[in-house]
């Protein structure tokens, strides 16, 4: 039911369904670093029967 991806997973999938990577941040305040880390192609399947309840930015990546 891929309709009920929380954003916070959905902004964390973006980057691995687009360019097969993750960007992680490591630390907090001005120490804070982003390290990202690339990751072997994937296929990745969403299915849902409430394809209205999906944000766009997702359906689109789905290609819907």
Do not use: N, Q
């Amino acid at each position: 039911e891929v309709h009920r991806l929380g954003r916070a997973v959905e902004e964390v999938l973006y980057p691995a369904m687009e360019d097969f990577a993750l960007d992680i941040v490591i630390g907090k305040g001005p120490g804070a670093r982003s390290i990202r880390l690339k990751l072997p192609r994937f296929t990745i399947v969403g299915a849902t029967t409430r394809l209205a309840l999906m944000t766009a930015p997702l359906r689109a990546r789905f290609g819907a």
